[in-house]
């Protein structure tokens, strides 16, 4: 298949195959962090670590990721998912079996460095997964992606757990958690990457005269191109303004051609094409969906903060009955994640409204958990708090796409990663303030920034509308 004529006038078709493999690379890879986490706390402190000590390690992961996550999505942008997949992958497995030899507190922070550089291995095949599939199929996949991820961190704690109680059972389980990385870098080696689409455009956008032209001018740059490759083949022009690519309203609908880029190129090269799609991201208009998203995460995180305090302060649940609970709430977020295209198809594929509809029923959920005069009634919200803010997730990471452009896709979800990461660093403190107030106070201040998130979208989406109904009517060259 290699050499064979580019054609963006072929029917799309959704490569099956590399998608399952991804939803089993998705699953893997939550399953062996979610083995780990649980036991970081309790490893830092043996090695003779303070309370604080224990708090300012636990905090160098986030950190790290709020910088990499986007330097590394529009990374993989620019030398191409396979080869920026695999990367993360082999250095998040160096940084778990580092994990594994940690004996002292230096080499427990030197572990964790790697990982939290280079862990947005979920960010790149969520980049990957929306490069594959048309703009309508993409919440669909998208769920089920989140979904079979879901499920790989409810059953890790589970064999972490069970790990942890055998002699040295946290260095056993560092290990196990890097042999699955690793096993995870050769699933993606092997990946049907001649499946990857070498460029298409969506179902609207095929026989437009503008999707002719810019097929005619990328044709002229460069007439053949490899099917078994994975790689953005760009243009001459695009390679020189790549900004202009993620703001052109043709991108919305079309595909580039993919190749083969090395990751020996110079680096003075990739550098320059991540600055430029991290500049035209951050100087775009989407500051209102970024902040919609660290609204509605802090809001999401304050519910959760406390969760076992609170209902052992309120309702006095043991801590195992508790438990129960929340391994409840996660297992219908992870099968929510199959209710996402369903739903989107519901909607029409309006997401500015399924969103704005997601955020009110997350919001409104929370004030009756902080109001619930039973446990109950924290059941009943919890079963629905798990399925609205599943959708909600899976309805922000499209509008981000949808509004930025295909050409951006790993420097978009990259640059939402970074804004949710800064919503992991102020929740604590947020909840910790609350918490002084009452046990409701933490998801009483959510109920406030999920009413500031609503409100900002009743502002923001009639804009919203009013640009895509300028783009659609937008006159054809």
Request: net charge positive; glycine share 8%; proline share 4%.
């Amino acid at each position: 298949m290699n050499n064979s004529k580019c054609s963006i006038f072929q029917k799309p078709r959704r490569p099956s195959r590399i998608i399952q493999c991804i939803y089993v690379v998705g699953f893997m890879d939550l399953f062996g962090v979610s083995m780990i986490i649980p036991l970081l706390s309790h490893h830092v402190k043996s090695l003779g670590a303070s309370h604080t000590v224990a708090g300012i390690v636990g905090s160098t992961y986030g950190i790290l990721q709020l910088f990499s996550s986007t330097v590394v999505g529009s990374w993989s942008d620019v030398v191409g998912r396979r080869n920026s997949l695999l990367t993360c992958l082999l250095l998040s497995a160096l940084g778990y079996a580092l994990l594994g030899l940690s004996s002292s507190i230096a080499l427990f922070v030197l572990a964790r460095i790697p990982v939290g550089l280079f862990k947005h291995s979920l960010s790149i095949c969520r980049a990957l997964l929306s490069d594959l599939v048309s703009e309508t199929d993409r919440p669909l996949v998208m769920g089920h992606f989140n979904a079979a991820s879901s499920v790989g961190f409810i059953l890790g704690p589970m064999v972490g757990g069970y790990l942890t109680e055998r002699e040295g059972g946290f260095y056993t389980s560092s290990f196990v958690c890097a042999a699955i990385f690793l096993l995870n870098s050769g699933l993606v080696w092997m990946l049907p990457w001649n499946e990857v689409p070498i460029l298409r455009t969506d179902s609207n956008a095929n026989s437009s005269p503008n999707s002719r032209r810019a097929y005619d001018g990328v044709k002229n740059s460069q007439q053949n191109c490899s099917d078994g490759n994975n790689h953005l083949c760009h243009s001459h022009n695009h390679h020189s303004h790549p900004a202009s690519a993620v703001s052109s309203p043709a991108a919305h609908g079309r595909r580039w051609l993919w190749r083969e880029v090395s990751l020996l190129q110079p680096a003075w090269r990739q550098l320059s094409s991540m600055v430029a799609r991290i500049r035209h991201v951050g100087s775009s208009d989407m500051w209102d969906v970024f902040l919609v998203r660290l609204l509605m995460a802090v809001s999401i995180m304050l519910y959760y903060s406390n969760f076992s305090l609170a209902m052992e302060e309120r309702f006095q649940l043991k801590p195992k009955v508790t438990g129960y609970l929340i391994s409840y709430s996660s297992t219908l977020g992870a099968l929510a994640g199959c209710l996402v295209g369903p739903v989107t198809q519901l909607y029409g594929q309006d997401m500015s409204a399924l969103l704005l509809h997601s955020t009110v029923l997350t919001g409104t959920l929370i004030f009756l958990y902080a109001t619930a005069p039973s446990v109950w009634q924290v059941l009943l919200t919890s079963t629905f708090f798990a399925i609205s803010t599943t959708i909600g997730r899976t309805c922000i990471t499209d509008l981000e796409l949808r509004r930025g452009g295909s050409q951006a896709s790993g420097t978009l979800i990259g640059a939402g990663q970074s804004v949710t990461a800064v919503g992991r660093v102020l929740a604590p403190l947020l909840s910790g303030l609350a918490q002084e107030m009452s046990p409701c106070g933490p998801p009483s201040l959510g109920v406030v920034l999920a009413l500031a998130a609503v409100g900002l979208l009743l502002v923001r989406i009639p804009k919203w509308d009013s640009k895509g109904r300028t783009k659609d009517k937008s006159p054809k060259l």
